[in-house]
């Protein structure tokens, strides 16, 4: 599995980040691996702001990920 950065504007994208094979990426694999990887590679192709959008998957609507984020990204676009 891989997760990456897509950025709409400068036809920017991030790293790939590979999950290891077999892996379960559950609320803990995403913000101690994933999401910081993915902040970082946002804050490099857009500095001034950006805003970080997710699915309904149950990692990215996690409490712990949802904390995560709120903490570190000041725009979110989340599950409603």
């Keep these: 599995m891989v997760s990456a950065v897509v950025c709409f504007r400068l036809s920017g994208k991030g790293q790939l980040n590979f999950i ?4 379960k990426v559950n609320a803990k694999l ?3 691996t994933l999401l910081p ?4 590679d946002c804050k490099t ?3 001034a702001s950006f805003i970080i959008q997710q699915d309904g998957a149950p ?3 996690a409490r712990v990920a949802q904390d995560w984020i ?3 990204c000041t725009r979110f ?3 409603d």
């Design 20 to 23: 290891p094979e077999k892996a």
């Design 30 to 32: 995403y913000v101690d």
């Design 37 to 40: 990887k993915l902040f970082a």
């Design 45 to 47: 192709l857009l500095p």
């Design 59 to 61: 990692a990215h609507t």
């Design 70 to 72: 709120a903490t570190n």
């Design 77 to 79: 676009i989340g599950q």
